[in-house]
């Protein structure tokens, strides 16, 4: 196979295919879901056939269980992708809508459309779910999509995809208006990721490692996040009511999530207070305290107690280990997280109107909170209905992507025949 | 002169001005974009006398008249950069606006606030009003700025540097808040483009070849357009009262700028009847026509009539020369524009409702019009106020793009101890 050809041919197919998904109706779309969601009901037992292809494949290799367990098709994960496409069908249409459209003293009227990005590449693991899940927000937002799944789950996707196309073709749109890439060919990656005359974004999803040889590699803008270094501060003036249940929530509710908050950071005027509470909170769960010296001597006694060093400021443990910090005062704590946040999502507790909104306005990262769980970050959350991931760039969209992040905004004009003096 | 080092040091000094320009409020950058203009206006000899150094240079060298041109700082220049500064004052200030504040089941409120997006860099060619322009449009949008203008305009830009810094630094603002790179060692540029730890985006400014080689060599994000090549598409319900003054105005009114229309569409219902008018108003002006074979049967007899080759149909003339093409409906105008244009910007001429709705839709283009001329894309036309470029990309800003393009949005959450279940 001539992976250049055929990622060629691939790009022009999405390319021709995004015009008629660009001018695609709200019903159009929505019956394309809604078949795909029942040929996947349909083809229950046959899914989870190509899927024990891919499960007989992974522990012959020797997967790690963590990845067969993301790998797996069970009954469940397939209710919920069903799911997951009903939803997407109840969410309002964002294409096409006009806004602001104000009349200009020359006589021309002036506005904004929103219009789908056009064509989009989704680099993911071997998570057969994200397939369908991708699928569906591409679809209703008018765009074109080239998926490219980890090679473990190729005949999963594959059975997906002809699913997919199906419920296209059966609404009138094209089948090309998603495509699966059908080879575990490496290459493949390279190619997608170097098309923008074909590709108009990249959504990358996996971890640090990969995500950073596309950014190397590619050509092509990327919507996309490296880290998760999320901090939660404790003002002085904060409710410990509020305090110790944010602070135990945010590191304990999950730990390998990017909105899970890795280092906390304490007023020193409440931290004698306030560690030793949580402290409580945390050893029931083990968790590992890395704390600096300050902290230290009020956390002596702590079972799972460590020394932090400069290196742990900046790292994202993903892992039941905390790091600890003993600041001043809020502008300590705004010029520690603008140094190392990964400008994910950083929350303060007070009770201080002033300082609430010192630190909603300083924190430069994407989310930014006041009296809440770090782990609130997230499209569900916020009532995007569903995301495609979440954005640490600052161009374009910042934070969890949803629809919205999959389109564009352009100038309409409405004229009477007004020329330009 | 070590140019990595200089850079670097200018691309920490701009970081590090970025947060105290990020929560400036809106006096104190008024004040400052105030104190800028009073400099201005005081030192206007000053600033004559160091832009006379550039001329004798430019002179010395042979530059071309146009480019001197654009160099010279006249008195009617400065008048004009001062003004331009006191209506930056009169806009309203993007940063720090909260929208869509909404209350989740969960209990908290989520919403976006408006943020500068950090550190921007501009490349311009060597004309000095750019500089404070840029300058201006970058501190009322709370963004620290790295400017780098055409060498030959060097002395004048270290003088307008040295005023914009005065300003600030009145105003209480860091004067590193706004730097003029200090050299014309084209070294500078290069290491520019490739900071991303330092710049947030570039805007470069200046003619395609220069645009195409940033795009190669940087790692930066860009908010740039390379082409503008625009369409007039008249249909054959078109009034001919509004195509002839769009098709005229759309081509005639300035030959050189990027919204001027390159391609004339015209349906062939209405070619026979529409070509000879319109070829009256062209010939006063000598425009050459480069037809199709259909359209050159109409327009037998036209003075400057010659014939379009396919290479015609993706030109950007920026001369007093169209293209002409005969096309049998809104659906081959539609293909020919989503084939050939540059996304910048095309008009319909049309009386009827259905096709210019199809057409505001379909034709993907930064800017779609309905019976107005292609001339006025563009930032003060549009309402914005002021424009730092124009953007043809998709992802983040699209067309002109004003203060709220040089802004980004992130969540903000007001919480009141809520925790994740």
């Known amino acids: 196979m001539d992976i250049k050809h055929y990622m060629n041919q691939v790009g022009q197919q999405a390319r021709t295919a995004s015009r008629a998904m660009a001018k695609a109706d709200t019903a159009t779309k929505n019956k394309a879901l809604l078949l795909i969601a029942a040929a996947i009901r349909r083809d229950a037992p046959l899914l989870r056939a190509a899927n024990e292809l891919d499960l007989a494949e992974a522990r012959k290799n020797g997967l790690a269980d963590a990845m067969v367990d993301r790998l797996t098709l069970s009954d469940k994960a397939i209710a919920t992708m069903v799911e997951g496409l009903e939803q997407i069908v109840a969410l309002a249409d964002p294409i096409g809508e006009m806004s602001n459209l104000k009349f200009r003293p020359s006589g021309i009227q002036v506005g904004q459309m929103r219009v789908p990005l056009g064509v989009i590449g989704i680099i993911y693991e071997a998570r057969p779910n994200v397939t369908v899940d991708a699928a569906g927000l591409c679809i209703k937002s008018g765009n074109a999509t080239i998926l490219r799944g980890g090679s473990e789950a190729i005949h999963c996707n594959q059975a997906l995809a002809k699913l997919v196309k199906e419920g296209l073709g059966g609404a009138g749109l094209p089948e090309n208006g998603v495509q699966v890439i059908a080879t ?143 600041v001043t005062d809020i502008d300590e704590a705004i010029a520690h997280i603008n140094t190392y946040s990964s400008q994910h999502t950083d929350a303060i507790v007070t009770e201080d109107y002033s300082r609430s909104l010192r630190f909603l306005r300083e924190v430069d990262s994407a989310s930014v909170m006041v009296n809440a769980s770090t782990r609130f970050a997230d499209g569900f959350e916020y009532g995007l209905g569903a995301e495609i991931g979440i954005s640490n760039d600052k161009l374009h969209a910042r934070g969890p992507v949803g629809l919205e992040g999959l389109t564009s905004l352009k100038y309409v004009v409405f004229g009477h025949g007004e020329v330009r003096e």
Chains 1, 2 share one sequence.
């Open 184 to 326: 575990t060919d490496r290459a493949a990656v390279g190619e997608l990721i170097t098309m923008p005359q074909y590709v108009d974004v990249i959504v990358p999803r996996g971890g640090k490692g990969l995500i950073e040889r596309l950014m190397r590699d590619g050509t092509v803008p990327m919507i996309k996040h490296l880290d998760g270094i999320c901090h939660v501060y404790i003002d002085d003036k904060a409710d410990i009511d509020k305090a110790l249940p944010i602070a135990f929530n945010a590191k304990c509710h999950r730990y390998g999530t990017c909105n899970t908050m890795e280092t906390l950071l304490v007023a020193r005027g409440i931290a004698a207070q306030v560690l030793p509470l949580l402290a409580k909170l945390y050893a029931d769960k083990q968790v590992e305290l890395r704390a600096d010296a300050e902290a230290q001597v009020i956390l002596a006694g702590y079972p799972y107690l460590t020394s932090a060093s400069e290196e742990d400021w900046g790292t994202e443990y993903l892992a039941p280990i905390l790091a600890v910090k003993i």
